[in-house]
């Protein structure tokens, strides 16, 4: 009997020396809320062109978008918005090199790539202004701002493909590669916007 008896008491004292962790309902309500949240940003993703870019670079702000189609799209708008001017100024770094001994066309290239990744950075900067003074959806008031929206952020996407457009004649090269590749990324971040922007206004107008 002492041997079961020791097990017992051993057993006792690991229990209250390791409780076992209690999980309230918050915690289980936090859960299913995250959860929640990430899976709307993957199902509003997938009408997106890149999917799988849409949700790894809008699943980080969740607990911010909740399930709310306006917070997502501005929150897409403001991604973009992020790479665009971070390209801009890759650029513009470039150009300043490029105008000491760069060949002539990946030169002009870089120029016209800089004004037009400019251009965009205020087109997407005056839509996300726009989407957080957006009115509630139905009225033609919110069709008014959206349509600005669409405007702006089609615009900054022509803009960006302006700029790749751009160094079609230049030769190929480490220099041309980063910049395609660069704006590339900004170009389907802003097409995805875009498109969540579309779905957002289309839903509000219904």
């Given amino acids: 009997m002492k041997p079961l008896i020791s097990f017992l008491f051993l057993t006792i004292i690991f229990f ?3 409780p076992i962790p209690a999980f309230s ?3 289980y309500d936090a859960n299913t809320t995250a959860t929640n949240a990430t899976d709307f940003i993957r199902t509003s993703c997938s009408t997106t062109l890149y ?13 911010a978008i909740q399930q709310d189609p306006a917070r997502l ?10 790479k665009a001017r971070h390209m801009a100024a890759y650029v513009n770094n470039l150009t ?7 060949e002539p066309r990946a030169s002009s290239a870089l120029h016209d790539c ?3 990744m400019d ?3 205020e087109e997407i900067r005056g839509s996300l202004k726009q989407m957080r003074l957006v009115v509630a959806p139905g009225s033609e008031s919110f069709r008014f701002q959206m349509g600005n929206v669409q405007t702006w952020m089609s615009a900054a996407l022509t803009d960006e493909e302006t700029c790749t457009d751009g160094f079609e004649d230049v030769a190929e090269g480490p220099l041309k590669t980063a910049v395609i590749d660069r704006a590339e990324r900004v170009k389907k971040l802003t097409s995805n916007a875009l498109a969540l922007v579309n ?3 289309q839903k509000g107008t219904n």
């Fill in 114 to 116: 800089f004004s037009n």
């Fill in 73 to 82: 799209a501005r929150a897409a708008v403001g991604v973009s918005l992020s």
């Fill in 96 to 102: 300043r090199d490029a105008d000491y001994g760069a």
């Fill in 199 to 201: 779905s957002y206004a």
């Fill in 119 to 121: 251009d965009a950075v």
């Fill in 51 to 63: 999917p799988d870019l849409c949700y790894v670079s809008l699943s980080g702000y969740a607990d």
């Fill in 25 to 27: 309902s918050a915690d």
């Fill in 16 to 18: 209250c020396l390791h």
